[in-house]
């Protein structure tokens, strides 16, 4: 498992788009580290220095309704 150092006002969704390149995927991201603490699922934006945990993500875990119509199965 990964993980990420915050920067100031650093959001989930930005990490998502950086670690996944998918910036709907908060959810795994959110999920791992609200298990662990749960007062990180009530942040906003994120003070410098939060080490977060980012699990690996699965293959189906980008839904097919969020891919461009060129990648969708048929």
């Known amino acids: ?37 749960p007062r990180l699922l009530c942040v906003w934006r994120f003070d410098y220095g939060e080490v977060l945990e980012i699990p690996a993500r699965s293959p189906d875990a980008a839904s097919v309704e969020s891919l461009p119509e060129y990648r969708r199965p048929e």
């Not at 006002?9 to 662990?36: F, P, V």
């Open 1 to 37: 498992m990964a993980q990420h150092t915050t920067i100031q006002a650093e959001t989930y969704d930005q990490i998502a788009l950086m670690e996944y390149g998918d910036e709907l995927a908060t959810r795994e991201i959110m999920a791992e580290n609200g298990t662990r603490d």
